[in-house]
T-cell receptor, first 116, second 113 residues
Framework: DAMVIQNPRYQVTQFGKPVTLSCSQT?????MYWYQQKSSQAPKLLFH???????NEADTPDNFQSRRPNTSFCFLDIRSPGLGDAAMYLC???????????????FGPGTRLTVL | AQSVTQLDSQVPVFEEAPVELRCNYS??????LFWYVQYPNQGLQLLLK??????LVKGINGFEAEFNKSQTSFHLRKPSVHISDTAEYFC???????????FGQGTTLQVKP
């Protein structure tokens, strides 16, 4: 089955220690998104890639970076995690991101990040 | 700018009872509307979507929603809930000018035996 996969499902890191979260997809979609979801809150878009074009949200902290080496994989790098970065991180994909057309987003199961 | 308001943060209901989860949105442009479900420690799963056409939309797991343009609402309903429906439900809009999903704050559905 075509799907969005996130590894690991649970990640524990130390305060200030860089961490990388991984997302892969078998849907061959052009767009990959990263969302942050804190406890009991709505998902918040951090950034997305359309193919290799990176689109950062205006309020995403510089501490968060992303890489997309190929169509299938996208990584979220947190350079110096703080306690406030503990959250569920959701990866999603869609065929396109053109504003005038609808493109359903398919979500992965998420990675729960704990910062000690 | 678009926004989504889910009017109830928690909805407790007994098994086999009907349920309605309320969602209102605001937008100056046309939107597409969605309901997602999130089970504990899981990602988001699409329940149903409204793109155009019939205002009554049927989704998975027996859920349906009705788009009401005059009231800018998109309430989610199920005539008889099961214990397994216990989850977090998110209403979302996708605007025709940004293409981005804007989520409501979520409603926790608690189904009691």
């Amino acid at each position: 089955d075509a799907m969005v996969i996130q590894n690991p499902r649970y990640q524990v890191t130390q305060f200030g220690k860089p961490v990388t979260l991984s997302c892969s997809q078998t849907l061959n979609h052009n767009v990959m998104y990263w969302y942050q979801q804190k406890s009991s809150q709505a998902p918040k878009l951090l950034f997305h890639y359309y193919d290799k074009d990176f689109n950062n949200e205006a309020d995403t902290p510089d501490n968060f970076q992303s890489r997309r080496p190929n169509t299938s994989f996208c990584f979220l790098d947190i350079r110096s995690p703080g306690l406030g970065d503990a959250a569920m991180y959701l990866c999603a994909t869609s065929r396109d991101d053109r504003p005038s057309s609808y493109n359903e987003q398919f979500f992965g199961p998420g990675t729960r990040l704990t910062v000690l | 700018a678009q926004s989504v308001t889910q009017l109830d943060s928690q909805v407790p209901v007994f098994e086999e009872a009907p349920v309605e989860l309320r969602c209102n949105y605001s937008s100056s442009v046309s939107v597409y509307l969605f309901w997602y479900v999130q089970y504990p420690n899981q990602g988001l799963q699409l329940l149903l979507k409204y793109l155009s056409g019939s205002t009554l939309v049927k989704g998975i797991n027996g859920f349906e929603a009705e788009f009401n343009k005059s009231q800018t609402s998109f309430h989610l309903r199920k005539p008889s809930v099961h214990i397994s429906d216990t989850a977090e439900y998110f209403c979302a809009v996708c605007s025709s000018n940004t293409g981005k999903l804007i989520f409501g704050q979520g409603t926790t559905l608690q189904v009691k035996p």
